[in-house]
């Protein structure tokens, strides 16, 4: 692999963490790979999410590039080989799997954090070559509900559908579940310019977090009841006059049925459920009653539960109530949180669907991607298992028994962790490409390094719908290879799929056709993302690189070079059939697991601000972990008083599904009820309920009961 010349001079990209996509320029000084490089890291003006702003991971996000713990070359069990037997090891075992339990033994499982180009090879690696319908990726377990919801209300998913900057001219924001302070803290310079202007920050969250000490109004509701509170606001909005009659008649189905059935959940019955008092429920439906312009968001605290599309689609219909979709500077919209969690879940990663967001059972939407690859419509397997479920069959009978994994590390993020890691440990093949060395990464039969974030180029796709470019500022360190050129490698390995798969009709038969269907430059997967996407609801067919430089992102849907984007897709019709919104009735119920006398308190999960996600790249950074270095169990004092903790000693918290330790965090600004933990660590997740959402297949990451006993 040819190490191409470093560029010098400062290069403008994109942050490699949360789905803010912060810009940042990038300079790099003595460029060797040498102890002497330097990467110094200064924010952009020029996007409008951050605009001069970075948060500490964003600042610190040089020494990813330059920190010792890098991985550089394939590692076979454990030991360093040369990429030809990497590969040639893999190509043998997938042919060996695949001759024994057809195509669907091998499965794929992606990321939210890859490029668009990457995510949408990934798809079609798996369809067209693997010709397995077992894939799916980690945005299953970032915001599959709201996705879910949305599509429910309003054909379409589009994290924010509208430019963040609105947030600031609303006179109410709402925000159910979301810790922006800590998660993405540049985000709130849009709400604290709202509140400059007047305007009232009313959060939902069980913790008076960062965010929520920011807030007019907190509304800190028992863990998962926030479905109830949603009904509860819906129920006050309509008995206090504040429906928009005028727009629920002009723009939406369904209401009379919603109004209906929120008619039961009067304020001291929802008090009863959730503990927030019916006072600061009539004073949050006042503030949005009486707001010319205002927005509902919804974070992970109200979508991680096993009834998460449902408790979506009631913030949905309290939204709709008010008239705010569609309407300029008004929205509902979900705070995305994975760095192309957006882009990641339209191209092809998901188990049910196929690029430009098209469902994978669509047979137009079949026909149009089959005619891109150049192989039948029949010939694209699926829908497949969704992510947990995928997890949870590996190496059973009927499930798969190979998995290539691309920028995830499910050992410490998905629930039930440590159930996952058993039934990872039970398959014949484990192919992990990373960048390090992560706890999946560590028990890979071969792992494969890759680049990252300013190694390499491609585009992004921010929780605005905006499509972002991602350049490359330096080379990688020799060695180490994309993941397109991975994916390439293997498809020119794996030949053309008839080869192993009798029946299939391949549209390459050669190395050479192979490799050109899996090209290795962003730019040219690009073209053909652009082209399978075109016609789909996210279509980036007009979507170039060059007008992405130009006009600093473009927003989706954007369906041929001369069209303008679309920052607000919802001001003239919605993406339904008849163009009108539609209300969907949704009742409380309780969590799939309820507190009881063997395990007396609720557990929530979360972040902190020094780290992201699984934390393989933050707690590399010893910056980061300077701020927090351990994982840790935050519970008030009358809970601590109760058991007799002191701040600082270990504590163990214990679920049905495993237990874990950390550091006690004595804190008011939690409930008396519940702990948290931050899921950066392993630790959290071997305590989490796997229960899924029946519409999004949603883990119920929020929610579950645990006790808490001391160490010692
Ligand atoms: Fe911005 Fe998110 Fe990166 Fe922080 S982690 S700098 S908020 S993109």
């Known amino acids: 692999l040819p190490v191409l010349a470093p560029v010098k001079a400062p290069t403008a990209t994109h942050c490699p963490y949360c789905a803010l996509q912060c810009g940042m320029n990038i300079a790099v000084e003595a460029p060797e790979h040498g102890p002497d490089e330097t990467v110094t890291i200064t924010p952009r003006q020029d996007i409008p999410a951050n605009a001069g702003g970075l948060c500490q991971k964003g600042w610190t996000a040089g020494e990813l590039l330059t920190g010792g713990q890098r991985l550089t070359t394939p590692l076979l069990h454990g030991e360093p080989v040369g990429w030809d037997e990497a590969l040639d090891f893999i190509t043998d075992r997938i042919r060996a799997v695949q001759a024994e339990h057809g195509p669907d033994g091998v499965a794929v499982f992606g990321g939210g954090g890859l490029t668009n180009e990457k995510a949408y090879l990934l798809g ?375 080869e192993h798969l009798p029946g299939a009709r391949p549209a390459w038969t050669t190395p050479e056709e192979a490799a050109r269907a899996f090209p290795v430059e962003p730019r040219e997967a690009f073209d053909e993302l652009r082209r399978a996407s075109a016609g789909g609801i996210a279509d980036y067919a007009g979507i170039t690189y060059e007008r992405i430089a130009a006009e600093t992102g473009v927003f989706w849907p954007c369906p041929d070079p001369g069209h303008p984007g679309t920052p607000r897709p919802f001001l003239d019709r919605f993406a339904t059939p008849d163009g009108r919104a539609r209300f969907t009735p949704v009742e409380h119920r309780p969590p799939g697991e309820d507190v009881d006398e063997a395990y007396p308190l609720y557990l929530t999960t979360g972040r902190v601000l020094a780290h992201y996600q699984s934390g393989a790249q933050t707690r590399r950074i010893a910056a980061l972990n300077a701020v927090v270095a351990e994982t840790f169990v935050e519970l008030h004092p009358d809970l601590a008083e109760r058991l007799g903790v002191e701040h600082g000693r270990t504590v163990r918290v214990v679920s049905r599904r495993g237990e874990a330790e950390g550091v006690a965090r004595v804190n008011p600004a939690i409930r008396a009820d519940t702990v948290f933990m931050p899921f950066h660590w392993a630790g959290a997740n071997l305590l989490t309920n796997p229960e899924l959402d029946p519409v999004s297949r949603m883990p119920e990451f929020k929610v579950c009961a645990v006790r808490l006993e001391r160490v010692g």
């Open 124 to 498: 079609k690696f798996a369809r067209t070559v693997l010709r397995t319908s077992q894939i799916d990726y980690n945005g299953r377990f970032c915001m599959s509900s709201a996705a879910a919801a949305s599509n429910r209300a309003f054909g379409m998913d589009r994290g924010l559908p509208f430019p963040i900057t609105d947030l600031a001219g609303a006179d109410a924001v709402l925000l159910a579940g979301g810790n922006v302070a800590e998660t993405m803290p540049p985000f709130v310079r849009h709400l604290a310019a709202m509140r400059e202007n007047g305007g009232q920050l009313i959060v939902i969250d069980p913790r008076a977090t960062a965010t929520a000490r920011q807030a007019d109004l907190h509304l800190q509701p028992t863990p998962g009841t926030d479905l109830a509170l949603a009904l509860g606001l819906l129920h006050l909005v309509i008995t206090e006059g504040h429906v928009d009659e005028d727009y629920v008649a002009g723009r939406t189905n369904g209401f009379d049925a919603v109004r209906t059935s929120v008619a039961a959940w009067w304020p001291e019955r929802v008090e009863r459920i959730t503990g927030v008092p019916v006072s600061l429920m009539r004073r949050a439906a006042a503030a949005l009653g009486g707001a010319r312009r205002a927005a509902v968001l919804t974070g992970r605290g109200a979508e991680q539960h096993a009834k998460g599309t449902d408790t979506v689609t009631a913030f949905i219909n309290l939204a709709l109530a008010l008239g705010l979709p569609g309407r300029p500077g008004s929205g509902y919209g979900c705070v995305t949180g994975q760095g192309n969690g957006q882009g990641g879940r339209e191209h092809g990663q998901k188990a049910d669907q196929l690029p430009g967001y098209r469902k994978i059972d669509d047979p137009a939407a079949r026909e149009h991607v089959a005619g891109v690859w150049g192989i039948d419509p029949d010939d694209i397997p699926g829908p497949g298992r969704s992510a947990y479920e995928l997890l949870d069959a590996l190496g059973t009978p009927a499930g798969p028994h190979a998995l290539l994994l691309f920028g995830s590390n499910p050992v410490v993020s998905a629930p039930r962790a440590g159930h996952v890691t058993e039934r990872l440990g039970a398959l014949d093949l484990l192919v992990v490409s990373d960048l390090v060395l992560s706890e999946t990464a560590a028990m890979a039969d071969v792992v494969l390094p890759t680049t990252q974030w300013a190694e390499e180029g491609g585009t992004m796709t921010n929780l605005e719908g905006r499509v972002l470019l991602r350049r490359r500022a330096l080379a990688p360190p020799p060695g180490v290879r994309s993941d397109l050129e991975i994916i390439q490698a293997l498809a020119v390995r794996l030949g053309a799929p008839a």
